[in-house]
Structure formats: C-alpha cells, structure tokens
C-alpha cells in the first residue's frame, strides 16, 4: 500500500468537508447544508473519486501539511485527530 493509499484510508466518510462553507466576519466557519454536487449524500463518497481534482477545481486534496494548517476541517474529522494522535475512526 503506498503513503496516499494510507493517508486517504484514514478519512471516516462523514462527507463534511465536501459541504460548502462559509467564513463570517470574525473569521467564524460555518457549514452549509449544501453538498458538493458530486457527493453522494446517502453514502458519503464522491460519485467521482478517481476524477475529482480534474472534474471539479473547487475540491481540495487533503495532505497530511494541509490538514495542519486548514481552518474549516471540523473537531471530529479522522485526518485531523489522526494528526493529533486521537483518530476517532478506530
């Protein structure tokens, strides 16, 4: 299995970060409840993975240096608490 294999089987599939979100004034994230276009509500996964970065500019490619620096990921997000030693996963 190689690193991003690795990586991107950490991820829970809570589809969260796949939901458009808005930052207010103060600098406050707030989750909308509208999903990427893509992602399949009922499953949680992204109806084309394999293409996302091509089909869809606006998707992010989580890496381990981004997620420690992204804002907007929320408190229970696996690579997240994968970072800080408490995946919630297992």
């Known amino acids: 299995m190689d690193n991003d294999t690795s990586w ?7 589809g969260l970060c796949c939901f458009e979100k808005i930052e207010d004034d103060s600098g406050a994230i707030f989750f909308t409840r509208t999903p990427c276009r893509y992602l399949d509500i009922v499953s949680r996964e992204c109806k084309v ?7 869809n500019p606006e998707c992010v490619k989580l890496t381990p240096e981004l997620v420690g620096k992204l804002r907007w990921l ?7 608490n994968s970072l800080k030693g408490t ?4």
């Not at 991107?8 to 809570?14: G, M, S, Y």
């Not at 993975?49 to 089909?55: G, K, V, W």
């Not at 995946?87 to 297992?90: A, G, H, P, S």
Request: charged fraction near 45%; charge should be positive; hydrophobic fraction near 25%.
């Open 74 to 80: 929320h408190d229970g997000c696996a690579y997240r």
């Open 8 to 14: 991107e089987d950490l991820c829970a599939r809570c």
């Open 49 to 55: 993975y394999e293409r996302r970065f091509a089909i």
């Open 87 to 90: 995946d919630k996963k297992t």
